[in-house]
Protein backbone atom coordinates (compact mmCIF):
# COMPACT_ATOMS: atom_id res chain seq x y z
CA UNK A 1 0.00 0.00 0.00
CA UNK A 2 1.29 3.95 -0.86
CA UNK A 3 2.46 5.27 2.47
CA UNK A 4 0.30 8.09 1.87
CA UNK A 5 -3.21 6.28 2.36
CA UNK A 6 -2.64 6.53 6.19
CA UNK A 7 -2.35 10.01 6.13
CA UNK A 8 -4.87 10.76 3.63
CA UNK A 9 -8.19 8.53 4.10
CA UNK A 10 -9.74 7.25 7.14
CA UNK A 11 -9.92 3.80 8.66
CA UNK A 12 -11.93 1.49 6.50
CA UNK A 13 -12.22 4.33 3.77
CA UNK A 14 -15.62 4.27 1.30
CA UNK A 15 -14.37 3.20 -2.36
CA UNK A 16 -16.36 2.94 -5.57
CA UNK A 17 -15.22 -0.37 -8.17
CA UNK A 18 -15.45 1.79 -11.09
CA UNK A 19 -18.96 2.55 -13.00
CA UNK A 20 -21.67 4.85 -11.91
CA UNK A 21 -25.48 5.14 -12.76
CA UNK A 22 -26.01 7.41 -15.58
CA UNK A 23 -28.56 9.88 -15.73
CA UNK A 24 -31.18 9.54 -18.71
CA UNK A 25 -30.15 12.54 -20.85
CA UNK A 26 -26.43 10.55 -21.09
CA UNK A 27 -28.77 7.48 -22.51
CA UNK A 28 -30.83 10.25 -24.41
CA UNK A 29 -27.25 11.86 -26.32
CA UNK A 30 -26.58 8.25 -27.35
CA UNK A 31 -29.12 7.69 -28.94
CA UNK A 32 -28.92 11.11 -30.93
CA UNK A 33 -25.61 10.36 -31.65
CA UNK A 34 -26.62 7.33 -33.11
CA UNK A 35 -29.46 9.27 -35.41
CA UNK A 36 -26.54 11.44 -36.41
CA UNK A 37 -28.29 14.61 -34.43
CA UNK A 38 -25.28 14.99 -32.19
CA UNK A 39 -21.53 15.27 -33.60
CA UNK A 40 -18.16 14.57 -32.02
CA UNK A 41 -18.31 18.01 -30.25
CA UNK A 42 -21.74 17.94 -28.63
CA UNK A 43 -20.77 14.07 -27.54
CA UNK A 44 -17.97 15.68 -25.49
CA UNK A 45 -19.72 18.30 -23.89
CA UNK A 46 -22.09 15.74 -22.92
CA UNK A 47 -19.34 13.12 -21.18
CA UNK A 48 -17.68 16.26 -19.45
CA UNK A 49 -20.95 16.85 -17.72
CA UNK A 50 -21.84 13.39 -16.86
CA UNK A 51 -18.14 12.99 -15.31
CA UNK A 52 -19.40 16.10 -13.71
CA UNK A 53 -22.43 14.48 -12.44
CA UNK A 54 -20.55 11.37 -11.80
CA UNK A 55 -17.54 13.10 -9.75
CA UNK A 56 -20.80 15.80 -7.79
CA UNK A 57 -22.51 12.38 -6.74
CA UNK A 58 -19.70 10.68 -5.12
CA UNK A 59 -18.64 13.32 -3.42
CA UNK A 60 -21.85 14.44 -2.24
CA UNK A 61 -22.28 10.51 -0.86
CA UNK A 62 -19.28 10.86 1.27
CA UNK A 63 -16.85 8.17 -1.13
CA UNK A 64 -13.71 8.37 0.00
CA UNK A 65 -12.19 6.92 -2.94
CA UNK A 66 -13.56 8.18 -6.34
CA UNK A 67 -13.37 7.57 -10.17
CA UNK A 68 -15.04 9.26 -12.85
CA UNK A 69 -17.67 7.00 -13.58
CA UNK A 70 -16.33 5.41 -16.24
CA UNK A 71 -19.21 7.50 -18.34
CA UNK A 72 -17.00 7.90 -21.59
CA UNK A 73 -17.27 4.01 -22.06
CA UNK A 74 -20.08 4.40 -24.35
CA UNK A 75 -21.07 0.93 -24.98
CA UNK A 76 -21.01 -2.00 -21.98
CA UNK A 77 -17.11 -1.64 -20.37
CA UNK A 78 -14.86 -3.32 -23.55
CA UNK A 79 -17.15 -2.83 -26.29
CA UNK A 80 -16.64 0.54 -27.18
CA UNK A 81 -12.54 -0.25 -26.95
CA UNK A 82 -13.39 -3.61 -29.83
CA UNK A 83 -14.13 -0.33 -31.98
CA UNK A 84 -11.30 1.45 -31.51
CA UNK A 85 -8.53 -1.45 -31.51
CA UNK A 86 -6.52 -2.60 -35.15
CA UNK A 87 -6.45 -6.06 -36.03
CA UNK A 88 -9.88 -7.92 -34.94
CA UNK A 89 -13.19 -8.23 -36.93
CA UNK A 90 -16.73 -8.51 -35.55
CA UNK A 91 -18.09 -12.12 -35.91
CA UNK A 92 -21.99 -12.75 -36.69
CA UNK A 93 -24.03 -12.87 -33.56
CA UNK A 94 -25.94 -16.02 -33.52
CA UNK A 95 -28.99 -15.55 -31.34
CA UNK A 96 -30.37 -11.59 -31.74
CA UNK A 97 -34.04 -12.71 -30.98
CA UNK A 98 -35.68 -12.70 -27.29
CA UNK A 99 -34.36 -12.32 -23.48
CA UNK A 100 -30.94 -10.54 -23.57
CA UNK A 101 -28.03 -12.65 -22.38
CA UNK A 102 -24.16 -12.92 -22.79
CA UNK A 103 -24.30 -15.14 -26.13
CA UNK A 104 -26.12 -12.09 -27.92
CA UNK A 105 -22.46 -9.87 -27.46
CA UNK A 106 -20.37 -9.13 -30.24
CA UNK A 107 -17.66 -11.49 -30.79
CA UNK A 108 -14.37 -11.01 -32.56
CA UNK A 109 -11.87 -12.88 -34.87
CA UNK A 110 -8.21 -12.05 -34.69
CA UNK A 111 -7.28 -11.32 -38.49
CA UNK A 112 -3.85 -9.14 -37.73
CA UNK A 113 -1.83 -8.08 -34.53
CA UNK A 114 -3.73 -5.87 -32.03
CA UNK A 115 -3.18 -2.68 -31.92
CA UNK A 116 -4.64 -0.01 -29.95
CA UNK A 117 -4.85 3.60 -31.82
CA UNK A 118 -1.60 5.55 -31.75
CA UNK A 119 -2.98 8.00 -28.71
CA UNK A 120 -3.97 4.57 -26.65
CA UNK A 121 -7.44 3.77 -25.29
CA UNK A 122 -8.46 6.77 -24.03
CA UNK A 123 -8.41 5.88 -20.04
CA UNK A 124 -5.03 8.43 -19.83
CA UNK A 125 -7.72 11.33 -21.02
CA UNK A 126 -10.33 10.13 -18.74
CA UNK A 127 -8.24 9.91 -15.58
CA UNK A 128 -6.98 13.66 -16.75
CA UNK A 129 -10.35 15.10 -16.77
CA UNK A 130 -10.97 13.64 -13.10
CA UNK A 131 -8.00 14.87 -10.77
CA UNK A 132 -8.63 18.05 -11.83
CA UNK A 133 -12.04 18.44 -11.01
CA UNK A 134 -11.84 16.72 -7.38
CA UNK A 135 -9.75 17.10 -4.20
CA UNK A 136 -10.67 12.91 -3.56
CA UNK A 137 -8.30 10.85 -3.48
CA UNK A 138 -8.84 8.96 -7.22
CA UNK A 139 -8.63 5.60 -8.33
CA UNK A 140 -8.31 4.82 -12.22
CA UNK A 141 -9.15 1.12 -13.81
CA UNK A 142 -9.08 -0.85 -16.87
CA UNK A 143 -9.92 -3.92 -17.87
CA UNK A 144 -7.62 -6.87 -17.77
CA UNK A 145 -6.27 -8.90 -20.58
CA UNK A 146 -8.64 -11.61 -19.92
CA UNK A 147 -11.79 -9.33 -20.06
CA UNK A 148 -10.32 -7.77 -23.15
CA UNK A 149 -9.08 -11.41 -24.71
CA UNK A 150 -12.77 -13.26 -23.36
CA UNK A 151 -14.47 -12.55 -26.99
CA UNK A 152 -11.78 -12.62 -29.61
CA UNK A 153 -10.82 -15.53 -31.48
CA UNK A 154 -7.57 -15.96 -31.80
CA UNK A 155 -7.45 -16.89 -35.37
CA UNK A 156 -4.02 -17.78 -37.00
CA UNK A 157 -2.32 -15.02 -36.10
CA UNK A 158 -2.44 -15.94 -32.14
CA UNK A 159 -1.90 -19.58 -30.71
CA UNK A 160 -5.04 -19.42 -28.42
CA UNK A 161 -6.99 -17.05 -25.86
CA UNK A 162 -4.37 -16.98 -23.52
CA UNK A 163 -1.78 -15.48 -26.15
CA UNK A 164 -4.37 -13.08 -27.50
CA UNK A 165 -4.31 -12.20 -23.49
CA UNK A 166 -0.87 -11.59 -23.47
CA UNK A 167 -0.69 -9.32 -26.57
CA UNK A 168 -3.31 -7.27 -24.51
CA UNK A 169 -1.22 -7.25 -21.47
CA UNK A 170 1.09 -5.18 -23.40
CA UNK A 171 -1.46 -3.00 -24.69
CA UNK A 172 -2.83 -2.55 -20.82
CA UNK A 173 0.70 -1.93 -19.38
CA UNK A 174 1.40 0.90 -21.87
CA UNK A 175 -1.76 2.08 -21.14
CA UNK A 176 -1.14 1.53 -16.96
CA UNK A 177 2.57 3.49 -17.96
CA UNK A 178 0.38 6.97 -19.42
CA UNK A 179 -1.66 6.63 -16.37
CA UNK A 180 1.46 6.89 -13.91
CA UNK A 181 2.97 9.44 -16.43
CA UNK A 182 -0.37 11.55 -15.90
CA UNK A 183 -0.11 11.13 -11.61
CA UNK A 184 -2.70 8.38 -10.92
CA UNK A 185 -1.19 6.47 -7.45
CA UNK A 186 -4.42 3.79 -7.29
CA UNK A 187 -4.93 1.73 -10.27
CA UNK A 188 -7.00 -1.16 -10.65
CA UNK A 189 -7.52 -4.04 -13.08
CA UNK A 190 -10.73 -5.87 -13.96
CA UNK A 191 -11.27 -9.12 -14.31
CA UNK A 192 -13.47 -12.38 -14.59
CA UNK A 193 -13.80 -15.04 -12.79
CA UNK A 194 -14.06 -16.97 -15.68
CA UNK A 195 -13.77 -20.62 -14.58
CA UNK A 196 -11.55 -22.32 -16.79
CA UNK A 197 -8.74 -20.54 -15.81
CA UNK A 198 -6.73 -20.89 -12.96
CA UNK A 199 -5.39 -18.79 -10.31
CA UNK A 200 -1.95 -18.95 -11.14
CA UNK A 201 -3.03 -17.99 -14.61
CA UNK A 202 -4.40 -15.24 -13.63
CA UNK A 203 -2.04 -13.88 -11.78
CA UNK A 204 0.75 -14.23 -14.26
CA UNK A 205 -1.58 -12.05 -16.36
CA UNK A 206 -1.89 -9.79 -14.34
CA UNK A 207 1.84 -9.45 -13.71
CA UNK A 208 2.15 -9.06 -16.89
CA UNK A 209 -0.07 -6.27 -17.40
CA UNK A 210 1.29 -4.56 -14.17
CA UNK A 211 4.91 -5.04 -14.58
CA UNK A 212 6.81 -2.29 -13.76
CA UNK A 213 3.88 -0.14 -12.58
CA UNK A 214 5.10 1.07 -8.91
CA UNK A 215 2.05 2.32 -7.69
CA UNK A 216 -0.91 0.99 -5.61
CA UNK A 217 -2.35 -1.82 -7.66
CA UNK A 218 -6.09 -3.24 -7.38
CA UNK A 219 -7.28 -6.67 -8.52
CA UNK A 220 -11.11 -6.84 -9.12
CA UNK A 221 -12.51 -9.85 -9.96
CA UNK A 222 -16.42 -10.46 -11.12
CA UNK A 223 -18.24 -12.24 -11.83
CA UNK A 224 -19.90 -10.80 -14.46
CA UNK A 225 -22.66 -7.55 -14.07
CA UNK A 226 -24.13 -6.57 -17.27
CA UNK A 227 -27.73 -5.88 -16.73
CA UNK A 228 -27.23 -7.07 -13.47
CA UNK A 229 -26.89 -10.92 -14.33
CA UNK A 230 -23.88 -13.04 -13.75
CA UNK A 231 -22.16 -14.84 -16.31
CA UNK A 232 -20.11 -17.22 -14.10
CA UNK A 233 -20.38 -19.54 -11.43
CA UNK A 234 -20.06 -17.20 -8.29
CA UNK A 235 -17.14 -18.49 -6.53
CA UNK A 236 -13.78 -17.56 -5.89
CA UNK A 237 -12.62 -20.95 -4.25
CA UNK A 238 -10.97 -22.64 -7.39
CA UNK A 239 -8.77 -19.08 -7.89
CA UNK A 240 -7.30 -19.22 -3.98
CA UNK A 241 -4.37 -19.36 -3.01
CA UNK A 242 -3.05 -19.43 -6.76
CA UNK A 243 -5.17 -16.17 -7.65
CA UNK A 244 -2.22 -14.38 -4.53
CA UNK A 245 0.46 -14.65 -6.92
CA UNK A 246 -0.41 -11.48 -8.32
CA UNK A 247 1.53 -8.57 -7.23
CA UNK A 248 -2.06 -6.69 -6.05
CA UNK A 249 -1.86 -4.27 -3.55
CA UNK A 250 -5.45 -5.29 -2.78
CA UNK A 251 -8.08 -7.85 -3.69
CA UNK A 252 -11.62 -6.42 -4.29
CA UNK A 253 -14.20 -8.99 -4.20
CA UNK A 254 -17.66 -9.58 -4.62
CA UNK A 255 -19.56 -10.84 -1.27
CA UNK A 256 -23.01 -9.03 -0.74
CA UNK A 257 -24.91 -10.14 -3.31
CA UNK A 258 -23.88 -14.15 -2.63
CA UNK A 259 -25.00 -13.45 1.22
CA UNK A 260 -21.29 -12.98 2.40
CA UNK A 261 -20.30 -16.13 1.15
CA UNK A 262 -16.72 -17.37 1.00
CA UNK A 263 -15.34 -15.10 3.74
CA UNK A 264 -13.49 -18.22 4.97
CA UNK A 265 -11.44 -18.06 1.89
CA UNK A 266 -10.11 -14.86 2.94
CA UNK A 267 -9.61 -15.53 6.54
CA UNK A 268 -7.80 -18.96 5.29
CA UNK A 269 -5.41 -17.65 2.92
CA UNK A 270 -5.75 -13.45 2.51
CA UNK A 271 -4.98 -12.51 5.80
CA UNK A 272 -1.97 -10.33 6.04
CA UNK A 273 -3.08 -8.27 2.17
CA UNK A 274 -5.26 -5.78 1.91
CA UNK A 275 -8.71 -6.28 0.62
CA UNK A 276 -11.73 -4.46 -1.20
CA UNK A 277 -14.76 -6.20 0.70
CA UNK A 278 -17.89 -6.25 -1.66
CA UNK A 279 -20.72 -4.70 1.19
CA UNK A 280 -23.05 -3.06 -1.53
CA UNK A 281 -25.28 -5.53 -3.66
CA UNK A 282 -25.32 -3.50 -7.33
CA UNK A 283 -27.42 -6.79 -8.76
CA UNK A 284 -30.27 -6.27 -6.14
CA UNK A 285 -32.93 -3.32 -6.18
CA UNK A 286 -33.77 -3.51 -2.22
CA UNK A 287 -32.58 -0.46 -0.71
CA UNK A 288 -29.29 -0.70 1.41
CA UNK A 289 -29.36 0.91 5.28
CA UNK A 290 -26.23 2.48 6.99
CA UNK A 291 -26.75 -0.61 9.72
CA UNK A 292 -27.33 -3.17 6.90
CA UNK A 293 -24.29 -2.22 5.92
CA UNK A 294 -22.36 -1.82 9.29
CA UNK A 295 -23.83 -5.49 9.65
CA UNK A 296 -21.31 -6.63 6.47
CA UNK A 297 -18.36 -4.89 7.42
CA UNK A 298 -18.46 -6.54 11.12
CA UNK A 299 -19.03 -9.70 9.39
CA UNK A 300 -15.93 -8.34 7.10
CA UNK A 301 -13.52 -7.31 10.15
CA UNK A 302 -14.24 -10.89 11.41
CA UNK A 303 -11.68 -12.28 8.79
CA UNK A 304 -9.21 -9.13 7.70
CA UNK A 305 -7.97 -6.54 10.05
CA UNK A 306 -9.61 -2.57 9.84
CA UNK A 307 -6.03 -1.19 8.87
CA UNK A 308 -6.03 -3.69 5.67
CA UNK A 309 -10.12 -3.28 4.60
CA UNK A 310 -11.44 -0.68 2.41
CA UNK A 311 -15.28 -1.45 1.25
CA UNK A 312 -16.76 -1.28 -1.76
CA UNK A 313 -19.98 -2.34 -3.82
CA UNK A 314 -19.73 -5.76 -5.09
CA UNK A 315 -19.24 -4.44 -8.82
CA UNK A 316 -19.82 -1.49 -11.08
CA UNK A 317 -23.32 0.55 -11.33
CA UNK A 318 -23.30 1.16 -14.71
CA UNK A 319 -25.98 -1.05 -15.24
CA UNK A 320 -27.71 0.65 -12.32
CA UNK A 321 -30.70 3.30 -12.51
CA UNK A 322 -28.47 6.40 -11.11
CA UNK A 323 -30.98 6.75 -8.00
CA UNK A 324 -30.74 3.35 -7.08
CA UNK A 325 -26.65 4.04 -7.44
CA UNK A 326 -26.91 7.26 -5.34
CA UNK A 327 -28.87 5.79 -2.27
CA UNK A 328 -26.53 2.81 -2.19
CA UNK A 329 -23.15 4.66 -2.39
CA UNK A 330 -24.82 6.91 0.56
CA UNK A 331 -25.56 3.69 2.58
CA UNK A 332 -22.16 2.69 1.80
CA UNK A 333 -20.48 5.88 3.34
CA UNK A 334 -22.54 5.93 6.38
CA UNK A 335 -22.62 2.43 7.07
CA UNK A 336 -18.62 2.66 6.83
CA UNK A 337 -18.43 5.95 9.36
CA UNK A 338 -20.57 3.58 11.95
CA UNK A 339 -18.17 0.82 11.79
CA UNK A 340 -15.01 3.62 12.23
CA UNK A 341 -16.82 5.64 14.91
CA UNK A 342 -17.41 2.01 17.05
CA UNK A 343 -13.64 0.86 16.19
CA UNK A 344 -12.42 4.35 17.48
CA UNK A 345 -14.91 3.89 20.89
CA UNK A 346 -13.81 0.30 21.22
CA UNK A 347 -9.89 1.78 21.37
CA UNK A 348 -10.68 4.69 23.22
CA UNK A 349 -11.93 2.65 25.98
CA UNK A 350 -9.27 -0.07 25.53
Known amino acids: MLECDAMTLPLIPAAVVGSHGKPGWWFAAVRAYERGEFGPGDM ?3 FDDAADTAIRDMERAGIDVITDGEVRRLDGYVDSYYAIIKGIEPLPVRRKAG ?22 LGIVKEFEYLKT ?11 GPLTFGSRIHPGKLYTGVVAVAERFAEVINEELRGLVKAGAEWLQIDEPARGNV ?10 MATAGIKVKL ?6 GNRFGRSRFQRTYEPYFPGILKARADQFVLEFTSREMSELD ?14 VVDVKGFAQDTAEDVAGRIRKVLQVCQAEQLTVNPDCGFGWSPRYMCNQKLTALAAGAALVRAELSGQRRRG
Open 218 to 223: GYHICF
Open 133 to 143: HTTKRTKATCA
Open 198 to 207: SGEEMARLFN
Open 99 to 120: PWGYDQQTRYEAVGRIEPPPEG
Open 265 to 278: LWEKYGRGRELGAG
Open 44 to 46: DEM
